[in-house]
């Protein structure tokens, strides 16, 4: 499968929420101009662990992948001492085990104290309308002190 290497993605952490969930800016850009941008949801920061933790910060690419669960969404390929990273609708922290969640907006969905995103089904639809089938993704842990 071909890279387009003019279509890269960031996903810049802005919020670790109380330990339960992190928030962040999703953006695609076409060399320089942004093509598609939404709000994240990841777990927080557990060193990695898996089904309990966000993914490390750095580079990755990303490949279309389809299943019976998420329909068309991505699968974020070689990360270090994990499998099966996607990137795919769902709206709460608890719909995560280590994957990173799409969605146009934060709100609190279910009264539970935390940021949930929104439109989940219709941004990934969105981001599938102008991703290509692989991409490289930066990821950024903005939400760190220093």
């Known amino acids: 499968m071909i890279l387009n290497p003019k279509i890269k993605g960031v996903l810049n952490r802005l919020y670790d929420n109380d330990h339960k969930q992190t928030l962040g800016h999703f953006i695609l850009y076409d060399g320089i101009n942004i093509i598609f941008e939404c709000k994240s949801l990841e777990l927080p920061n557990r060193n990695n662990q898996r089904n309990i933790s966000r993914i490390n ?26 499998s099966w990273i996607l990137i795919h609708f ?39 309308e102008v991703a290509p089938k692989r991409f490289n993704l930066l990821i950024n842990d903005l939400d760190k002190p220093g």
Request: with cysteine; aromatic share 14%; glycine share 10%.
């Open 57 to 82: 910060a750095k580079w990755y690419q990303c490949e279309l992948r389809y299943s019976k669960k998420y329909s068309w969404h991505f699968h974020v390929l070689d990360v270090e001492g994990r």
């Open 90 to 128: 769902g709206n709460y922290y608890t719909d995560i085990r280590g994957c990173i969640l799409l969605g146009n907006d934060y709100v609190d969905i279910n009264g539970d104290g935390h940021l949930d995103v929104t439109s989940s089904r219709k941004t990934i639809r969105r981001l599938l």
